[in-house]
Structures are given as C-alpha cells and as structure tokens.
C-alpha cells in the first residue's frame, strides 16, 4: 500500500495552467504505475493520464498534446502539468498508484478539486 497527497488545484481561467501533485509514502514509489483520474459532476471517473516505472506514458484522447504526466523518484511525486485548459476538464482530479498487473489494488489520495472558468 501506498499513501498518496494531491495538491495543486484550484480556479483557473480558460487557456491557463496549472500543474497538480502527488506525493506519495508507504512503499517503494519507483516500482509503481502512477496515475491522474478525473470525475466531473455526475460523471464518470476516467484516467486522464499515466506513468510507469519506465517512465512510459498514455493519456486520454482529449488532454493529448495539452497534459503531461511526470514522475520524480527522489522525491517519490509524480506531477501532472496542465496547459490550454478548458471548461471541460473542470472535475476533482484523482491520483492513483498500483503495481503492474495489479490495479485492482489501486492506492488512492483525496482528490483535488480542478475549476476552469472564466
């Protein structure tokens, strides 16, 4: 198990940034998959974006070009970096942690809450 701390959200104008984290503790961090979800009102939760011990990345069809999914292994956080932001990626946005193979034994943090509005 891992326990996980999200921090970064916040109200932000459409086309701005924001860059969320996650730290996390409990476990060896290098070896897991790390993931973004996000659940917007009355929808869903959906993986925006994810991370693997090689540092191989996926993301949802429409943050493409626009998210990037990071990790730091020394300071055990991985980051999720969000530009050209629009109305629609307004939703609590998750971090998850699991090990390969494995997710459904997903860690997960708090959430924090993501606002794009003008």
């Known amino acids: 198990q891992v326990q996980l701390v999200e921090s970064g959200g916040g109200l932000v104008q459409p086309g701005g940034s924001l860059r969320l984290s996650c730290a996390a503790s409990?476990?060896?961090?290098?070896?897991?998959?790390m993931g973004w979800y996000r659940q917007a009102p009355g929808k869903q939760r959906v993986l925006v974006a994810l991370?693997?011990?090689?540092?191989?990345?996926n993301y949802l069809d429409s943050v493409k070009g626009r998210f990037t999914i990071s990790r730091d292994n020394t300071k055990n956080t991985v980051y999720l970096q969000m530009n050209s932001l629009k109305p629609e990626d307004t939703a609590v946005y998750y971090c998850?942690?699991?090990?390969?193979?494995?997710?459904?034994?997903?860690?997960w943090g708090q959430g924090t809450q993501v606002t794009v509005s003008p």
């Open positions: 998850s942690a699991w090990l390969p193979g494995r997710s459904v034994e997903q860690s």
């Open positions: 409990g476990s060896i961090f290098s070896i897991y998959v």
């Open positions: 991370i693997n011990s090689g540092s191989n990345t």
